[in-house]
């Protein structure tokens, strides 16, 4: 074959050959690491039962590490929009709640006044909320898009 005489080539010219990992062997190699580290293997443990290099099992390790990075950040991003709206719900619901305290008569004058303080604080949190809140997801987008350049400038394997 002429991998192999590729191999048996480098060997007589002295020459180190290393043999590409295609993606699934890599695939499975991570996904071996990950299950061994699961279950409490340490580092020396994991080299020796995978038989790899020092320098190898790190670079795993470091893709693991990023893959693991971005998958948590994605999920941030989703949990992110999901607080803001349930803050908004919350502040409306405070808002119509301090509406009908200030204007039943049934409070007293003193928890009407406090109703109507509260509302105009509310009412500046839901400003504060619609101002920023798409600010926030904007510099998030922006951050995601430079990874991705970044990443497409490195030539990584692994996409964050």
């Known amino acids: 074959m002429a991998g192999e005489e590729t191999d048996e080539r480098a060997a007589d010219d002295g020459r180190h050959h290393r043999i590409r990992r295609t993606k699934d062997q890599i695939i499975y190699r991570l996904s071996e690491i990950r299950r061994q580290m699961l279950h409490g293997a340490t580092n020396a443990e994991i080299m020796s039962n995978l038989n790899l290099p020092q320098r190898t099992f790190y670079r795993y390790m470091h893709k693991i590490?990023?893959?693991?990075?971005a998958k948590l950040a994605k999920e941030n991003?989703?949990?992110?929009?999901?607080?803001?709206?349930l803050h908004r719900d919350r502040l409306l619901y405070t808002l119509q709640n301090c509406t009908s305290?200030?204007?039943?008569?049934?409070?007293?004058?003193?928890?009407?006044?406090?109703?109507?303080?509260?509302?105009?604080?509310?009412?500046?949190?839901?400003?504060?909320?619609?101002?920023?809140?798409?600010?926030?997801?904007q510099i998030k987008h922006y951050r995601e898009r430079q990874n991705n350049v970044d990443w497409e400038m490195s030539g990584s394997d692994e996409k964050p």
Not at 103 to 131: C, F, G, H, M, P
């Open 77 to 85: 991003n989703k949990t992110l929009v999901t607080h803001i709206f």
């Open 65 to 69: 590490y990023e893959k693991d990075k």
């Open 101 to 137: 305290i200030a204007t039943d008569t049934n409070y007293s004058v003193k928890d009407r006044i406090e109703a109507e303080r509260l509302k105009v604080d509310v009412s500046l949190e839901l400003l504060k909320l619609a101002s920023e809140g798409p600010m926030m997801a």
